[in-house]
């Protein structure tokens, strides 16, 4: 048998069975096959069998151990971590957090000087609106309006229907 790098696992503390994704071991080139006692992985050019697995008395299909078979787990780092959990906070300002003792149960990090989030990237990004064609000189000369509804719950003398108008020169919303 052939030996199979699975990636882009999600790994789940509580979870009492390992599971594999069909679709991403069909999206890396290789054929299920489907028996009633069992299911082989096959490379889908070559034929080869990857993965030999055997059918429980629970209908679950379990992978066949194998004493040289191992798992890589790669875990990510602790900064990079709480940076996320936190709403992408800045470094600077979460070893200050942390060194306050402000939130409990965070372990030490350490401040990374020369660190790019792709999402922080993103998100700082300059964005471009479109000009307004035509500019107002005077209020209700041009507004806006939205009809919203029906909504779950009646509001206002059983109405489950609004409607908002907002003039665009003095920007006073109406409802």
């Not at 299920?32 to 096959?42: A, D, G, L, P, T």
């Not at 069998?49 to 151990?65: D, E, G, M, Q």
């Not at 790669?74 to 306050?100: C, T, Y």
Request: aromatic share 12%.
């Amino acid at each position: 048998m052939e030996k199979v790098k699975i990636e882009e696992i999600l790994f789940i503390v509580y979870l009492k069975y390992s599971l594999l994704s069909v679709i991403q071991i069909c999206d890396k080139d290789n054929d299920f096959i489907f028996k009633k006692h069992c299911c082989e992985i096959r490379r889908a050019n070559s034929g080869k069998l990857v993965v030999h697995s055997t059918r429980t008395s629970n209908n679950l299909y379990t992978l066949v151990k194998n004493t040289k078979d191992s798992c890589l787990l790669e875990q990510e780092d602790v900064n990079w971590l709480w940076h996320k959990r936190l709403g992408h906070f800045n470094f600077e300002k979460l070893v200050k957090i942390i060194s306050r003792k402000v939130v409990r149960d965070i372990t030490c990090i350490s401040n990374i000087s020369n660190h790019i989030c792709p999402s922080c990237q993103k998100g700082k990004e300059i964005r471009y609106f479109k000009v307004k064609d035509y500019y107002t000189s005077k209020s209700l000369e041009l507004v806006y309006t939205n009809l919203y509804g029906p909504t779950r719950i009646q509001i206002i003398n059983y109405h489950r229907y609004f409607i908002l108008c907002i003039d665009d020169f003095s920007r006073n919303t109406w409802v």
